[in-house]
């Protein structure tokens, strides 16, 4: 039983020696999720009218005003991500805009694209999943019976856009886990933080 123990603490031990790395995961996140905001964030406030109209389709108050917010929380955050600056802070607001982005793909169930075998178990929208695969099953037997269909799908399948929640909600736990730990150590966040203890 000793030897059991002695085995798992060293085990531990040799676990604990990897926090020197530990700025890695948070780092890669922000790295991850930055371009995806800043050019989510841009090209919305480059699209203003577009995005407005997209907007007011969905039912959201004062759609112009939706979009500024918006592409300006993104554009913001993700630089903010980037710099990694007011990390925990920044997330606050993305992860709002992120659960606004999950409620109107919300019917659409959960993943973003129609897996013939589901990739994750608790998708609810099985019927469009079926749907979304007969339907491309038929494109694929029109395109291969009028055009040249390995020229067409040489750079990828053909497939149909089910647009579930599956991006937003995997950003929100992202950010949720940024805002937890915040932006580590290779980050401004870090340095100031550090800086401050210093003053005092």
């Known amino acids: 039983m000793n030897k059991l123990k002695s085995v798992g603490f ?4 040799l676990l604990d020696k990897t926090r020197t790395f530990d700025f890695l995961a948070p780092l890669l ?9 800043i050019l989510a964030g ?14 007011e389709s969905l039912g959201f108050p004062a759609p112009t005003l939706m979009v500024y917010l918006a592409g ?26 992120m659960a606004v982005a999950a409620s109107t793909h919300w019917e659409n169930g959960w993943h ?11 998708e609810w ?4 999943i079926e749907g979304a695969n007969d339907r491309k099953e038929r494109i694929k037997s029109i395109v291969s019976e009028h055009g040249n269909y390995d020229w067409l799908t040489e750079t990828g399948s053909i497939t149909i856009l089910k647009n579930g929640i599956e991006f937003a909600a995997t950003y929100f736990i ?15 966040d870090y340095l100031l933080v550090s800086r401050c203890r210093h003053c005092n």
Do not use: C, H, Q
Request: glycine share 6%.
């Open 10 to 13: 060293k085990a531990r031990d």
């Open 29 to 37: 996140i922000r790295l991850y999720l930055a371009p995806v905001f």
């Open 42 to 55: 841009s090209n919305k406030l480059a699209n203003i009218e577009a995005v407005a109209w997209w907007f």
């Open 72 to 97: 300006l929380t993104e554009f913001v955050g993700g630089i903010a991500l980037l710099a990694g600056v007011a990390v925990r802070w920044m997330a606050i607001p993305l992860m709002f805009t």
């Open 112 to 122: 973003a694209l129609p897996e013939n075998e589901l990739t994750a178990p608790w």
């Open 125 to 128: 929208r099985t019927d469009m």
């Open 174 to 188: 992202m950010l949720l886990a940024l805002f937890f730990s915040g932006a580590g150590k290779a980050s401004f």
